[in-house]
């Protein structure tokens, strides 16, 4: 009898563990595949303005109907979401995404600051060996430098 019930309590947790995975995946696409970002111009957290620029709609009826949903339902569904859907949606790149390579690097270095900041070290580490075997190849005494007369 005992068994039973642990097996369907482990049963129970790995159900919610799954339903919780898919769940946070469905936001995590929803939130970078489509393009969904907060606005830098937002009033507060720049969720109405970025939903109302990514759906094209005026981000005075976004702000309005947002406002009279929050009005009516109270805090507890509408600001909770609110404020949900403020963490985990990305904040909109300062400047815009020319090609998959930006949006690329945007992505890691919105997932993940260290990996992005050492991707760009080592691209600048890469140029400053360019740059001092290029000084090493002019400078030595092998290099002549010919002179037209």
């Known amino acids: 009898m005992r068994r039973y019930h642990q ?4 049963h129970k947790f790995y159900n919610c563990k799954h339903r919780y995975n898919s769940l946070k995946d469905r936001i995590e696409t929803l939130a970078t595949s489509k393009g969904i970002y907060r606005s830098r111009r ?8 970025g939903l109302g620029e990514y759906f094209n709609f005026s981000i ?5 109907i947002a ?10 569904p509408i600001g ?4 949900i859907a ?11 995404l020319k090609n998959e390579k930006d949006q690329e690097f945007y992505d890691t270095y919105t997932h993940s600051h260290k990996s992005a900041i050492n991707r760009v070290k080592r691209k600048f ?12 190849t002019v400078t030595s005494r092998e290099f002549d430098w010919k002179q037209p007369f």
Do not use: A, D
Request: charged share 20%; net charge positive.
């Open 7 to 10: 097996n369907r309590n482990r």
């Open 67 to 76: 406002f009279f949903l929050f009005l009516f339902t109270g805090f507890w």
């Open 125 to 136: 580490e890469n140029i400053e060996r360019r740059i001092q075997r290029m000084e090493h």
């Open 80 to 83: 909770v979401m609110y404020i």
């Open 42 to 49: 937002g009033i507060f957290m720049g969720v109405c303005r």
């Open 86 to 96: 403020g963490l985990l949606l990305k904040i909109e790149p300062v400047s815009p």
């Open 60 to 64: 005075f009826w976004t702000r309005t």
